[in-house]
């Protein structure tokens, strides 16, 4: 029913966050979907990679057994496969652009979900970004996560309300929280896109600039658990303004045809 799915997680210091996430993350998809798990360790000084190891060995050996009850005790099983969480590491932090880009490029999914480490985001609404992405009809399409009830303080929201008006008004790419890390698009529709730093606010509206499909799908918000968020308003409001001026003339400069139409000749046997 679904293609395989390929989580990309960036990550940078997310240690006390990562694992719970990828546990998370199986029992929310395993049953429904093939999946794999990409953690990309940006440069992290702390205990992320290993955590991240470890959890994917604990969900492997836990599904195991669990098949050994479902099927009894005496009943042979294979040997449980290997983890599906995979690492790569940057020797540096590169940002989270660079880091979904690293992901993205190694995965085997033909669906990429992306979601930030810091549990934030709910993978129980995953399957939900599933069922919309099966109903997309063209071959490039974005189903975006909307946090309607956000747990910030009540200065990031303002923050947040303000950026997504003005972000709204220039682009118009149809999505109202620019900000939420869950998304669900094609491997190949990501690989069309330009790259540059901070690409990853921008999905959508670079989606759209390929007659891609936007769908919007309201999501949870959570609380992080552990550690400290990797932005401040100063970083976000001046890499916004830049990259939101670069996006705009990108869309601006990009024309193209709603459709193509193939005309061949062909010989009269006359």
Request: aromatic letters at 6%.
């Amino acid at each position: 029913m679904y293609p395989l799915i390929s989580v990309v997680l960036p990550a940078k210091n997310e240690q006390g966050n990562i694992g719970q996430l990828i546990e998370e993350l199986h029992v929310a998809l395993t049953g429904n979907v093939e999946f794999e798990i990409l953690v990309i360790d940006d440069g992290s000084t702390d205990n992320t990679v290993e955590e991240a190891l470890r959890a994917g060995q604990a969900c492997i050996a836990e599904e195991f057994c669990q098949q050994q009850v479902a099927h009894g005790s005496h009943t042979p099983l294979p040997s449980p496969r290997k983890s599906r969480v995979s690492v790569l590491s940057h020797p540096v932090s590169c940002g989270q652009s660079t880091a979904i880009h690293t992901g993205i490029s190694h995965a085997r999914g033909e669906w990429i979900v992306t979601a930030d480490s810091d549990g934030q985001n709910d993978p129980a609404d995953i399957p939900a970004l599933l069922k919309l992405a099966l109903q997309c009809q063209a071959p490039h399409f974005c189903i975006a996560g909307y946090r309607q009830k956000r747990l910030d303080t009540s200065w990031v929201r303002f923050q947040s309300k303000v950026a997504n008006a003005i972000r709204q008004t220039i682009l118009r790419d149809g999505v109202p929280d620019s900000g939420c890390g869950l998304k669900l698009f094609p491997k190949q529709t990501f690989l069309a896109l330009p790259y540059f730093d901070h690409m990853h606010r921008f999905l959508p509206c670079l989606i759209k600039r390929l007659n891609g499909e936007i769908v919007v799908c309201p999501v949870n918000h959570r609380n992080r658990e552990a550690g400290q968020s990797n932005y401040n308003a100063w970083n976000r409001a001046w890499a916004g303004i830049i990259d939101l001026m670069g996006v705009l003339w990108l869309r601006k400069r990009t024309k193209y045809p709603p459709s193509v139409t193939l005309h061949t000749g062909q010989m009269s046997d006359e």
